[in-house]
C-alpha cells in the first residue's frame, strides 16, 4: 500500500503587491529586491481573510481534481504558522467550512518545511491502513507576521494555499519515502518573539513590533543551501536514485538565489528545477504545494515522473519527499 497524491489545487489571493509598491512605503528598489530574491510581485489576503479560507480554496480545487467528495476524507492535515487563531486548529475550520463531517482534523507547525512534514504524517497512516482518504494543506497569511516597515524581511513574504489529495493504493507509484529533520538550536534564525505564551500581547509587544518576523538572513541563507541539499542527498541515497533519475525538483519557494545555489551544488540543471517564487514570494508552507500543483497544471507531471521535493524553514525544520507519480 503505497499513498498517492490523486489531486492537487492551490489558491493565491487576488490582491498583488509589487516591488513598485513597496518602493512606495520603505527604502528599497525593484531592482534590489528582484536581485536579491527574484520576486517581483506576492499576494496579500484581504482583511479578515485566513489561513482556513485560504485553505478551503485550495482543498475544494484538488477534491475535485482527486473526484472525491469532503465526505469521502478520513483526515485532513493543515501546516501552517500563521493560524487563524491559537485555538480551535485551523483544519478544524477548515473540516467544518469543507462539511468533511466524518474527518479527523489538526494542525502542525513546521513553517516552510511544514506541507513535507504533513505529507509524511499522511503518509505513515495510509501506510498503516489507519485511513484511506487523506487531504493535506499547506496555506499561509504570511502577511499577518509581516513588519511593513522592515525592509529586509516585507520584501519576502507572501500569502497563498496549495492542498493535495492522498489515496491508499497498491502499486510501484506514490510517495517513495520522507525525510523530516530539526534542530531547534537554531531556532532564532527566524522567529516571531510577540504573541505567545512567553510573551503575550501586550503594549510592550506591539510598540516593540514583536509580533511580526525576526530573520537573520545571511546565516539562514548558507543553512537553507547545506539542509535542502542533504535532505535530497538522503532521499536519494535511501532510494537507490542519482540525481539523473529525478525528473523535476520543487524546492522550497524561499529566494531565487538559496534555489539556484541548491541546484548548482547539486548538479541539478536548473530547466528540471521549478522557480515560481517571482510571482509568489515566500508563502512558507504554501510554496511547495502550490508550485506542485502548478507542475501538475502545466503536465509536467505525468504517471513516472520522479518529483522530488525538499524544504527548509524555520526551527529549524528540513525535508524531502520523493514521489514516483
Keep these: ?28 528598489s525593484d531592482q534590489w529586491i528582484a536581485e ?28 475535485a481534481a482527486a473526484h472525491l467528495n469532503p465526505s469521502d476524507l478520513d483526515l485532513i492535515i493543515v501546516a501552517t ?42 503518509d505513515h497512516y495510509i501506510r498503516l491502513e489507519t485511513y484511506r482518504n487523506v487531504l493535506v494543506i499547506g496555506t499561509e497569511v504570511m502577511s499577518s507576521v509581516t513588519d511593513w516597515t522592515d525592509r529586509t524581511t516585507c520584501i519576502l513574504f507572501g ?21 523530516i ?9 527566524i522567529y516571531v518573539p510577540g504573541g505567545g505564551s512567553q510573551q503575550p500581547l501586550s503594549e510592550t509587544v506591539l510598540n516593540k513590533r514583536l509580533n511580526f518576523i525576526k530573520m537573520r538572513g545571511s546565516a539562514t541563507f548558507k543553512l537553507a543551501v547545506t539542509m535542502m541539499e542533504q535532505a535530497a542527498l538522503e532521499a536519494l541515497s ?26 548548482e551544488r547539486l548538479h541539478v540543471p536548473m530547466e528540471r528545477v521549478v522557480m515560481n517564487i517571482g510571482q509568489y514570494g515566500n508563502t512558507s508552507a504554501a510554496s511547495v504545494p502550490l508550485a506542485l500543483d502548478e507542475m501538475v497544471k502545466a503536465n509536467r507531471i505525468k ?4 518529483v522530488l521535493l525538499i524544504a527548509f524553514g524555520s526551527g529549524l525544520t528540513w525535508a524531502s519527499t520523493l514521489i514516483r507519480w
Design 159 to 179: 500569502d497563498g494555499a496549495g492542498a493535495a489529495v492522498l489515496q491508499g493504493v497498491e502499486g510501484e507509484n506514490g510517495i517513495l519515502s520522507n525525510h
Design 181 to 189: 529533520h530539526s534542530n531547534g538550536q537554531r531556532w532564532d534564525l
Design 303 to 306: 504517471s513516472g515522473t520522479n
Design 1 to 28: 500500500m503505497r499513498a498517492r497524491i490523486v489531486g492537487t489545487g492551490s489558491y493565491v489571493p487576488p490582491s498583488v503587491i509589487t516591488n513598485s509598491d513597496l518602493e512606495k512605503t520603505v527604502n528599497t
Design 238 to 263: 535511501v532510494n537507490h536514485l542519482t540525481i539523473d533519475d529525478i525528473d523535476l525538483f520543487i524546492p522550497h519557494q524561499a529566494n531565487a538565489r538559496i534555489i539556484r545555489a541548491t541546484a
Design 36 to 63: 536579491r530574491t527574484g520576486i517581483r510581485n506576492r499576494r496579500r489576503a484581504a482583511p479578515g481573510e485566513g489561513s482556513a479560507s485560504l485553505g478551503v480554496k485550495a482543498a475544494t480545487t484538488a477534491l
Design 81 to 122: 504558522c500563521t493560524p487563524d487563531m491559537p485555538f480551535p486548529s485551523t483544519a478544524c475550520l477548515v473540516q467544518s467550512e469543507l462539511g468533511a463531517t466524518t474527518a479527523v482534523a489538526f494542525d502542525i507547525s513546521a513553517a516552510c518545511s511544514g506541507f513535507l512534514f504533513a505529507l509524511s504524517m499522511a
